[in-house]
T-cell receptor
Framework: DVKVTQSSRYLVKRTGEKVFLECVQD?????MFWYRQDPGLGLRLIYF???????EKGDIPEGYSVSREKKERFSLILESASTNQTSMYLC????????????FGPGTRLTVT | DAKTTQPPSMDCAEGRAANLPCNHS???????VYWYRQIHSQGPQYIIH???NNETNEMASLIITEDRKSSTLILPHATLRDTAVYYC?????????????FGTGTRLTIIP
């Protein structure tokens, strides 16, 4: 079974702090994704990566950056956390090809105070 | 512009088959039908997908009508752990669109 793990299930940070969210997948997938999910707004893509050291902006990249130094690990960075970044953050991965089965991690619920 | 339409909620008795409908009347020839679900406070989970033919895996069956304008996800023997929001989406994998966009889905409640 594909396993996607995220470093924390719950996280509380203060405004202005730098926040790192880590995601690791164990299926040698080329593609990895970061989404945020908010009530009434659904799932929104922040960034994705289709290879090591490659990244592409999604729909809402402002205020975020990403890092993919190894194939299995994709990190989301909030350079200076703000209260409007309080959300559920979901990491996903999928293999190459036309298949669209994305496998999600359990999510990190981030609260910025 | 919603590409799929699903009932907002459904109930099903434990042990019975849960049949979740989805309308996608504007589906194009290259678009696949995908189903995901999200259990409360967890990440979405892939269930099954299909293009034209009916599909079955260890989790569910997917029945697609001949005109492809609608489909039904079948959970053959529903358990309490199947209580979740179920999302039906259509995707053209050749379009290069990487993101998943979920609508409001169907909230399925399994009744003991």
């Amino acid at each position: 079974d594909v396993k996607v793990t995220q470093s924390s299930r719950y996280l509380v940070k203060r405004t202005g702090e730098k926040v790192f969210l880590e995601c690791v997948q164990d299926m040698d997938h080329e593609n990895m994704f970061w989404y945020r999910q908010d009530p009434g707004l659904g799932l929104r893509l922040i960034y994705f990566s289709y290879d090591v050291k490659m990244k592409e902006k999604g729909d809402i990249p402002e205020g975020y950056s990403v890092s993919r130094e190894k194939k299995e690990r994709f990190s989301l960075i909030l350079e200076s956390a703000s209260t409007n970044q309080t959300s559920m953050y979901l990491c996903a991965s999928r293999g190459a090809g036309v298949a669209y089965e994305q496998y999600f991690g359990p999510g990190t619920r981030l609260t910025v105070t | 512009d919603a590409k799929t339409t699903q009932p907002p909620s459904m109930d099903c008795a434990e042990g019975r088959a849960a049949n979740l409908p989805c309308n996608h009347s504007t589906i194009s020839g290259n678009e696949y039908v995908y189903w995901y679900r999200q259990i409360h406070s967890q990440g979405p989970q892939y269930i099954i997908h299909g293009l034209k033919n009916n599909e079955t895996n260890e989790m569910a069956s997917l029945i697609i009508t001949e005109d492809r304008k609608s489909s039904t996800l079948i959970l053959p023997h529903a358990t309490l752990r199947d209580t979740a929001v179920y999302y039906c989406i259509v995707i053209d994998p050749n379009f290069g669109n990487e993101k998943l966009t979920f609508g409001t889905g169907t909230r399925l409640t399994i009744i003991p």
